[in-house]
């Protein structure tokens, strides 16, 4: 009996993801649990496992191509197998547009709503992608013959047809100083910036963000790393500023649990066990790899987890458990050169630590005008959770833990 392949949820957050790359051609054999494809999910590229087997009967989806999760994007059958009622009359492999892998829209989508008439008032039956190619050629449909399933004008009509057509012959010429494609590139939407951008328009409006800046002597915190150096050399480790930062905030929270807790509509959620996200940069956006149980891990522990994790999240290889489940987020934009901003919440974080750069300067102590190293931190609170005076206490604790590091450890 023929195997319907489904686009898999392979991260809790995933709503749609592409095909990376097909590790079996249509006629191979497959077996059960063997790799079928490497998927684009919002966080990373994980592979997608065969639920039967059998032969990989057809490709629905191809390289480069988007399917919404539950959608059926391979067929896995026996040889001479009935599968026309599982792929639809007259369906195709999904072509991706080598310049647009991942955005062109499938030539089999039912047409749009409202699709231009014809000269004799019927209807021009053409696919989406078929209609925005010849509105950029300058080519009116109905005056085209369609070869797809029931006459319908599809993608190769529209580029032969632009082949024939002698200059005069076209329409909708540009304006004077009117953009052409010339003039700018358009960037397919990855997944994981298709997930930022709806996760920001989740967080920052829905939730009520406040702010609270405070400003740190870090000439301790930048001794107690150089003495920790100096014992990890020997094994060929060092900790970073943020690592030491990173655990700070780890026993700022285990202190203050009303920081460390989430709003769930109508409760809030107090955890007890301390997750950490780190904020790190990869090439298609930012990602949230979370540190375990951070309180209860040394600074040497923190850093190692730190690199293996980043790695991991530039190479697309984390693991959804691996990037889900903070209950509070640092994100560091000191090495930048930034001094000082803001951070979005992460629901259903509610709160998140803005770091930047520890830079010299003058500033009155004991009467006297004296040079220091300072760090400004800023704290972005859910305030449906986290009271202006709660947000305060916690950064006095992590101010006071970073200006005596032995104070961490306590």
């Not at 009935?82 to 080598?98: E, F, N, R, S, W």
């Not at 080519?139 to 082949?163: C, F, M, N, T, Y």
Request: hydrophobic fraction near 40%; charged fraction near 25%; include cysteine.
């Amino acid at each position: 009996m023929a195997t319907k392949v489904h686009m898999e949820a392979l991260s809790p957050t995933m709503e749609e993801g592409q095909v990376v790359k097909w590790h079996k051609a249509e006629g191979d054999s497959v077996s059960h649990g063997e790799v079928l494809a490497d998927i684009e999910t919002d966080k990373a590229t994980m592979e997608l496992v065969a639920r039967g087997k059998g032969i990989l009967r057809r490709i629905l989806t191809a390289e480069g191509q988007s399917a919404p999760v539950g959608e059926v994007i391979a067929v896995i059958g026996q040889e001479g197998e009935d599968i026309g009622a599982l792929v639809g009359a007259g369906a195709a492999p999904k072509q991706a547009a080598p310049e647009q892998a991942g955005e062109e829209p499938r030539e089999e989508e039912a047409e749009e709503a409202r699709p231009p008439a014809t000269a004799n008032g019927g209807r021009v039956k053409a696919s989406p992608l078929a209609r925005r190619l010849a509105a950029e050629a300058g080519l009116e449909l109905s005056r085209l013959q369609g070869s797809g399933p029931g006459g319908r004008i599809v993608k190769r009509d529209v580029e032969e047809a632009a082949e024939r057509a002698p200059a005069p012959a076209r329409v909708g010429v540009p304006a004077p100083g009117a953009p052409t494609e010339k003039d700018y590139e358009e960037i397919p939407l990855s997944q994981m910036r298709k997930t930022i951008a709806r996760r920001l328009a989740e967080s920052i409006g829905p939730v009520p963000h406040y702010f609270l800046t405070i400003d740190l002597d870090m000439d301790r915190a930048r001794q107690a790393r150089a003495r920790i150096n100096a014992l990890l050399d020997e094994r060929g480790e060092k900790i970073s500023m943020n690592d030491l930062i990173i655990r700070a905030v780890a026993g700022a929270l285990r202190q203050h649990p009303a920081v460390n807790s989430a709003w769930h509509g109508d409760r809030i959620r107090r955890w007890r066990r301390v997750h950490v996200g780190v904020a790190v940069a990869v090439e298609e956006g930012l990602i949230t790899p979370v540190i375990r149980d951070a309180d209860r891990k040394g600074v040497a522990e923190i850093a190692s987890e730190v690199r293996e994790l980043a790695g991991r999240a530039r190479a697309k290889k984390l693991k959804p458990e691996e990037y889900t489940g903070a209950t509070f987020s640092v994100s560091n934009l000191g090495m930048f050169g930034i001094h000082e901003f803001t951070a979005v919440i992460n629901p259903p974080e509610a709160g998140s630590l803005a770091v930047g750069q520890v830079e010299e300067h003058p500033v009155v102590m004991n009467g006297q005008v004296v040079v220091r190293p300072r760090m400004w931190a800023t704290m972005s609170c859910d305030h449906r959770v986290i009271d202006g005076a709660t947000g305060a206490r916690f950064l006095q604790t992590l101010k006071a833990m970073l200006e005596e590091p032995a104070a961490i450890l306590l």
